[in-house]
């Protein structure tokens, strides 16, 4: 199962994340997330955390709200730092 299968199956939950903002995927398994995404927030948020698990939860709660987050993130920055030189 997917985050978007997930979170359509648990119309509660799907309430929680619109009233919690940033708490919603921290409690999901590995396997509901893309792989590439997972491990590249992780990386991402140690720059927030020396505790990895703590990173994972992050990024898990990101990738909730994004399934593509992380590449999201990293095209702004790859744009700015054209935008800079």
Known sequence: ???SEY???KR???H????????GGRDLPDSSFDKDQLEM???????HTDDKEEAKKIAKDHLVEFSDYYTR????EDEAEEETQ
């Open 41 to 47: 927030g992780i990386e991402v948020e140690m720059e």
């Open 16 to 23: 929680f994340v619109e009233k919690s903002p940033g708490t």
């Open 73 to 76: 993130l990293k095209k702004m």
């Open 7 to 9: 979170l359509n199956s």
């Open 1 to 3: 199962m997917n985050v």
């Open 12 to 14: 509660e939950f799907t």
